[in-house]
């Protein structure tokens, strides 16, 4: 059962779902208060209250496909939005994750020497070296082709070709948003569209939409869309997951909403074990700090086919439970 339970690594406050907060930054729209979100995430009375009491509450979150693991969280967190938003976007709650092993920041057009961190073992370049078309690996076709191509297959030269590739995904990334991101080759002539996903779950965030417009755009049609005061910072991670090692380009992006903050975090490629991951958070002021209240969707071919809809649910299950924990780690990083 897939459940990229690392993801939010440090980024996880901002993890996920927006709506609220969004609101502020358009007049037009009436702001709701933290009680009323909460119970637009169908959060009862006493679950609000277990919210105010620092619990972390979980509620449902529709899927968007069939590959698709989501769900919902609110917490209260004693710090302002806006030293939230800024943690985030540069990266420090990245380490809270404990399935981290190493990280580094990718700056304006990107360079190999962005990668210099990212390091792999013998094992790690045999697998690539050996890597084909199917579901042990998230690689296209061309990224096959092109690891199978290093002379000698030598470890050195399969960490250059990984940083060479990751690089290049960035940079493609960079340029074309969604419509960049290659397709992962599962042989047979079948491909996983991660792209797809991610857009289905940019344009099911209607409380995004409604609040914030702007910044659902830019979800949806970036890096032409922009939102007033936007702040985006770009990571590649390393982390072990389910025993894997797995390498992860994630971006963010904080927008400033009177007092509180948006936040979404996407990850537009994943080596192995899930496909990708966006979240959409809202970072609320409220007396004693900020609520945060998240919606997350991950994406997962182990989830499809024969009894999706019950592998679905339990593997949403089961990530919520795991990033309950991260985000605690997380909330006990940014507390005073």
Known sequence: ??????????????AVAAARLLCLTEPAHAQPSADQLLTDYGLSAADKQRVLNRDLVTADAPPVSERDLS???????????????????????VSADAQVQAYGEIKGAGSQADFAGLKITGDEAKALANAKPGDTLNLSAAEIAAFKAVPGGSPDAIQQQLHKMLLAR?????????????????????TTDLAADLRKASEAARRLKQYLPAFQAVLLGYP????????????????????KPTY???????????????VARREYYVSTGYNGEQSVAGFLPVQGGTVVVCTSHAFTDQVTGFGGSMKRSIGSGVMAAKMKGIFEADRKKVEP
Do not use: C, H
């Not at 990229?4 to 406050?13: K, N």
């Not at 769900?71 to 709650?93: H, Q, R, T």
């Open 1 to 14: 059962m897939v459940r990229p339970a690392r993801y939010r690594p440090g980024v996880v406050l901002l």
């Open 71 to 93: 769900f919902a969280i609110a917490f209260l967190v004693k710090a302002s939005p806006e030293a939230l938003g800024k943690d985030v976007v540069a990266g420090n709650l």
């Open 224 to 243: 032409e869309a922009t939102a007033p005061e936007m702040r985006e910072s770009f990571f590649w991670i390393k982390s072990i997951i389910q025993g």
């Open 170 to 190: 960035y940079q493609a990334y960079r340029a074309s948003g969604l419509a960049g991101i290659a397709p992962y080759d599962r042989g047979g002539g079948r």
């Open 248 to 262: 992860v380009l994630a971006q963010i992006m904080v927008a400033p909403s009177g007092a509180a903050r948006a």
